[in-house]
């Protein structure tokens, strides 16, 4: 049976993404010890690619020492192992490692997000740009000022100004930070001059900056044993400290205690990524190249080994394999690795202890056939004996083990080849459950890994195998088909299916009637997981097992069965007996579609795209629902059943005999057998053959459900779980066996869950920390708590011991569209609150709970919002704050009579959790909620604040009066808008996007308006479109340009307005690239889109939904939401536009509202769906147009 989830509507969706990454082309840098670069000053390099971006910021968060290695998880959570001797692991202790074991707890924030090893030393960036080391410290490299060794991290260094790091780098024994503002400051270990002060004293604090030559800013720093070079902001190269075998590439042997000259790179002269190893130093060209100098003796320089002398200066480049372009690269004791653009991993040079990962311990002098991996790399990091890579969230690791360095759990020698690889404990964390009679399965986040743990005797555990004993820990992974990794699973009495990434599905474990969809005749087991064929379109959006049957809803919303007929659950109109592969779709009751279905013990239900229900198969307990109280079988889907008020459901979940729906307000409605309780509306009895509605405790809604056979539970908008019905195994949690007849005092967690899922007689529930708690019957294994006894556990046990236990705390969250305010008579809410209050009176204020609402956590720091105002009575303005803080001189939309008008709106959540929307004129008003941002995110809110105002008068004034008062713009005007250091809490430096409030007023003609970092060049695309006379204002991420500037250029007269928002730090991790469109329906040039598709084919139809792809398209395979600037245009009557992740039913909200003719924009921060795509609906006949304006991807910084 499956899991369920903490999302409501999103059944098998991810539930928590991880914080927002910031993609820029940036030098890159991986060293001898640990080059860890983290959005430093963009460099727009010729020839950098999308995917070099996205490998050149992962690098940081993987590093190896002397002998050992460390790795940050996706939560910012710091892991390591190998050699512990001097405390280097951070855990306390000195006690070696050969797995990876968590670091002791970081000083505030607590999140690291990126990691530098040095000989026997470890020093973390945090997400607020501080540094903190730990281990050996003779050379005072821990930056403390002592030079005394610590075993666990200490508060952080004090750094010179501006105070925070974007880069670290460790040497053998020094330590470099790349500064906010572009400066070097080194300490630690000066034998050498590496620090670059002019002197040779040791350093045991970081002292001030170093004088860099050229530009004298510099964007990426790599600290080699004795030595270091830097990147400078227009791509030279300078490096200092020891150089002998000619390391330092300035044609001498010399030791250079200052860099006052460039190193002369061969053309195309420029860098975009340098390692400094023990005696070589490599960089990679702007075209992709690689050159290297210093020591060859081994092979290091890669130029195929014609002589072994040392090379003093950079010579002609080498290419890569197969002509590719080198991303990053490694360097270290004369091993060179690269990551190229396929995601390969090339090495050369020295091959001691098998460290060029060919299995061979003859040196290469020229790159090698790529490393064999089992998935594209992201990093690679060359520590002295021990090379790792990053493989998805997993680490790879070969070359030396002597002390754990590789990281597998067998310390033994060397690792010839590549070991298989092994789960950073956070970086997976468990979102997805499923069980089945005797069993639990769970699917990670990141590698999509299934593991099963309980009875095998069929094969269930999905590991080519079938026994009887009980299995009472997670097993290795189920043996997936290609491509190898799930989004969700679910099972039922012995059979496991599971739907995978891209919409495959497969199954395995007992297959008597065909349940395994293999096309097998015979019956028997099947102890692998086969790929299952389905009918066109061949993918699935869900699979649910039920007993000897299963079922798919396929990607276009039909519905596929197969297995076990006998009492019509295949829907086929008909009891075929048994049909052993998915035969062609059944009809389904309107619309048609279904985007949901679940299966129960010879029945199954299926939520409709209208959130409509229907019920097929049994029907001798009243599984249907329909309240006939017949219990001949329905062999067809029905007529949608009647459901409890709202009438309409987010999803359906089946048990043995009774099935339960989660309703559109968070309330749960059951029917069916309700001989113990399962139903849950009070004494139990025999049949309840009609939906009715469930009393559940506070907060009183939910937002995922789990059926048991004869048991449910209700996972709590508030993170609790409730369970009621049968309780023969102590499955309600409730510390006793006795039965509940409706749901009871929410059970005891250790945490808050994200996902349940319901056995016969046992409950599991994944929590927040990444753990799996499970309770009940446990006699075979089922709890996974390795102690499969027989025995009844009545309360949540232990953790399942899974290996992946990240806190997940992302830095923005996106949500589905819901609707938490409506003032019309007509308006409805997601939860009743806030609904049909009328006009909001001019000059008035509503006070808007969001906190706690539409699955804004309770803490939130700050919400996205779509705000519309409606029907205005007169020409004015909205203003969105919040509540508690004076209200700003800004405003949020701009309003004239009787047009409605809708702008997207990131705003600061004040007192309890509520914004203020005041309104200078009457109006009605309605907000849907998009996404939301947790308390000490990387994303910071603010009340908005005026940092241009063209109009002249005293109440038109900008917060410090800069950017006041010029007069109308002249159309083909540029204007440079300041933005870094203004404010009342000054915009810092750092800072890499804003979030804007744009406004053209009452310009005298149609134009539009578009927003793009200063340096680079004006993009072919907009913000913002408007008409004449009419206020018009949007939403707009952007990066911050040249000096901290955003240019804004109008094509024709018009005055400006514009508020700053909300700004994304250096720690954050968002990608403001210049607007791309992606959907231009117009016909004929100059209507394109940037890459030629998705372009023409004219106005969309009233009521129509256009599919748009995105993401390997536009962005990073691994985009997960994107910020993107929506416009209808010649609409031939009024409506609106939803835009929302494609596989998700349509949401009752808008982001767009037009009038005919009138052209109209809107921001729209939207989640992306399983394909990477979004889904643009339409009430009225347009044309539209989207353009790209930003990339949020799903995982922690530094990846992107």
């Known amino acids: 049976m499956r899991s369920a989830r903490r999302v409501a509507g999103r059944k098998r969706m991810a539930v928590k993404r991880r914080f927002v990454h910031v993609v820029s082309a940036v030098a890159m840098t991986v060293s001898l010890w640990g080059t860890v670069p983290v959005a430093p000053t963009p460099v727009h390099a010729e020839g950098a690619s999308g995917a070099g971006e996205y490998l050149e910021q992962v690098n940081g968060r993987l590093d190896v020492g002397g002998s050992h290695a460390c790795a940050v998880a996706d939560d910012g959570q710091l892991f390591c192992w190998g050699e512990n001797s001097s405390g280097q692991l951070g855990v306390g202790s000195t006690v070696d490692a050969d797995e990876p074991v968590a670091v002791s707890p970081l000083p505030p924030p607590g999140r690291a997000q990126a990691v530098a090893l040095g000989s026997s030393f470890t020093c973390a960036l945090l997400v607020d740009g501080a540094v903190s080391c730990w281990g050996t410290n003779n050379y005072g490299q821990l930056g403390n000022g002592t030079t005394d060794p610590l075993d666990e991290p200490p508060t952080p260094v004090e750094l010179p ?119 070589h130093t490599c960089v990679v060209l702007t075209d992709g190249d690689v050159t290297c100098w210093g020591s060859d003796s081994e092979g290091s320089l890669g130029n195929g080994g014609a002589s072994s002398a040392d090379v003093l200066s950079p010579p002609t480049p080498i290419s890569m394999p197969g002509g590719l372009n080198a991303l990053v690269i490694a360097a270290h004791n004369g091993t060179t690795c690269a990551v190229v653009s396929t995601g390969d991993v090339t090495c050369w040079g020295s091959a001691n202890s098998y460290r060029l990962g060919t299995g061979s311990l003859t040196d290469a002098p020229s790159p090698t056939g790529p490393v064999d991996l089992s998935a594209a ?74 593991r099963c743990w309980g009875l095998n005797d069929d094969g269930q555990l999905g590991q080519g195998t079938s026994d009887s004993d009980p299995h009472d820990t997670p097993t290795t992974a189920a043996l997936l088909p290609a491509p190898n990794n799930a989004s969700m699973v679910d099972g039922y009495m012995e059979h496991v299916c599971a739907r995978q990434t891209g919409g495959e599905v497969a199954c395995w474990g007992l297959d008597q009637s065909g349940q395994v969809g293999n096309g097998a005749a015979t019956s028997g087991e099947e102890p692998t997981p086969v790929a299952v064929t389905l009918p066109a379109p061949g993918t699935a959006l869900d699979v649910a097992a039920g007993y000897a049957f299963t079922c798919a809803v396929l990607s276009d919303g039909d519905i596929t069965c197969w297995g076990d007929d006998s009492d019509g ?185 994200v996902a349940i899922t ?74 009743g609150q806030f609904q049909a209050g009328g006009t909001v009176a001019g000059g008035a204020t509503l006070e808007l709970q969001v906190a706690g609402r539409g699955g ?29 803080q004076p209200r700003p001189n800004a405003s949020n939309l701009n309003v004239v009579s009787g047009v409605n008008v809708a702008n997207a709106v990131v705003a600061q959540l004040g007192t309890d959790g509520t914004v203020c929307l005041y309104a200078s004129v009457a109006m ?6 998009t996404g939301s941002a947790p308390a000490s995110s990387a994303f910071t809110a603010a009340a908005p604040e005026r940092f241009m105002e063209t109009r002249s008068g005293a109440q038109f004034t900008t917060i410090d009066g800069q950017f006041e008062g010029d007069g109308q713009l002249a159309a083909g005007t540029t204007t440079e808008l300041q933005i870094a250091g203004r404010g009342s809490s000054p915009v810092a430096a750092n800072i890499e996007a804003v979030i804007l409030n744009v406004t053209a007023v009452t ?42 500037a955003v240019c804004l250029f109008n094509s024709t007269a018009t005055h400006l307005i514009v508020d700053v928002v909300g700004v994304l730090n250096v720690a954050s991790h968002a990608d403001a690239p210049s607007p791309r469109r992606l959907l231009e329906t117009r016909v004929g040039l100059p209507f394109v889109t940037f890459d030629g598709s998705y372009e023409g084919g004219g106005k969309v139809p009233a009521d129509a939904t256009r599919a748009v792809q995105v993401a390997g398209r536009a962005t990073n395979a691994d985009a997960r939401f994107v910020w993107l600037n929506v416009t209808a245009i010649q609409a031939e009557a009024g409506g609106f536009v939803t835009v929302y992740a494609c596989g998700q039913t349509r949401p009752n909200a808008s982001n767009l509202n037009f ?17 990477g795509d979004i889904c643009i609906y339409t009430s009225a006949t347009t044309h539209l147009v989207v353009d790209l304006d930003g990339v949020l991807i799903d995982g922690y910084a530094p990846i992107s």
Request: hydrophobic share 40%.
């Open 161 to 279: 100004a501006p105070g925070f790091a974007t880069q670290i780098t460790a040497g053998e024994d020094f330590v470099c930070a790349l500064l906010g503002d572009g400066a070097i400051t080194c300490w630690g270990d000066d034998e050498d001059g590496q620090l670059a002060n002019g002197a040779d004293g040791d350093q045991t604090a970081p002292p001030a900056p170093i004088d860099l030559p050229g530009s004298g800013v510099a964007v990426s720093v790599s600290a080699g044993e004795d030595h270091a070079c830097a990147i400078l902001s227009d791509g030279a190269v300078t490096c200092w400290g020891r150089g002998d075998q000619g390391r330092l590439g300035y044609g001498d042997t010399l030791e250079v205690e200052e860099p006052t000259e460039l190193v002369s790179l061969p053309s195309p002269g420029t860098a975009t990524a340098v390692a400094a190893g023990s005696r």
């Open 856 to 884: 804004v956590a309770p803490n939130a720091e700050a919400a996205a919002l779509n705000v519309t105002a409606v029907a205005p009575t007169g020409t004015g303005w909205v203003t969105v704050f919040p509540c508690g």
């Open 758 to 831: 319901a056995g016969e007689a046992h409950t599991c529930a994944a929590l927040t920390t990444g753990e799996v708690t499970c309770w009940g019957d446990d006699q075979y294994g089922q709890l996974g708590d390795g102690a499969a006894n027989g025995d009844f556990v009545t309360v949540p046990d232990q953790a399942v011991a899974l290996d992946d236990r990240p806190v997940w705390i992302p830095d923005f969250t996106p949500l589905p569209p819901a609707r938490i305010l409506d003032t019309r008579a007509t308006g409805v809410t997601i939860d």
């Open 1003 to 1044: 310009p005298p003609g149609n134009g539009y308006l578009t927003v793009y970092p200063c340096g680079d060049s004006l993009p072919t695309v907009s913000n913002l479109n408007f008409v004449p006379g009419r206020s018009t204002p949007n939403s707009v991420l952007v990066a911050l340009g040249d000096g901290g």
């Open 924 to 929: 009605h008003l309605i907000a849907d909620v």
């Open 377 to 450: 790399a992201f990093a690679v990091a060359v520590g002295s004996s021990t090379v790792c890579a990053l493989v998805g969230s997993e680490v790879v690791c070969w070359g030396g083990d002597s002390s754990g360095t590789a990281g597998v759990g067998a310390a033994n020698g060397n690792a010839l080849l590549p070991s298989d690889p092994f789960d950073v404990p956070g970086a997976n964390p468990v979102v997805g459950l499923g069980s089945y009679l005797g069993g639990t399965c769970s699917v990670q986040q990141t590698s999509g890994t299934v």
């Open 569 to 753: 659950q295949l829907g086929n109109g008909a009891t075929t007996g048994v049909v052993h592969a998915p035969p062609a779709p059944i009809t389904l009751p309107s619309p048609g579609t279904a985007v949901a279905v679940d299966a129960g013990n010879s029945f199954a239900c299926a939520v409709l795209s209208n959130n409509t229900v229907t019920c097929w198969g049994a029907d001798n307990n009243g599984q249907a629902g329909n309240g006939s109280g017949s219990s001949a079988d329905v062999t067809a889907p029905p007529a949608a059943i009647t459901l409890p008020s709202p009438g309409t459901a987010t999803d359906v979940q089946a048990g043995l005999g009774h099935a339960c729906a989660l309703l559109t307000d968070g309330k749960v409605a059951c029917w069916g057998d309700d001989i113990f309780g399962s139903v849950g509306n009070g004494p139990s009895g025999s049949t309840v053959s009609a939906p009715v509605l469930i009393t559940l405790p506070s907060p009183g809604t939910a937002s995922a459900l789990a059926l048991g056979w004869r048991h449910s539970c209700a996972l709590l908008t508030d993170g609790s779980v409730t369970c009621w019905g049968h309780n023969s195994g102590g499955q309600l949690g409730q510390n006793d066996r006795t039965s509940r007849d409706a749901p009871p005092a929410p059970i005891a967690l250790p945490a808050d869950a």
């Open 1155 to 1171: 009038s005919a003719g009138v052209t109209v924009a809107n921001s729209v921060l939207v989640e992306l769906g399983e394909d």
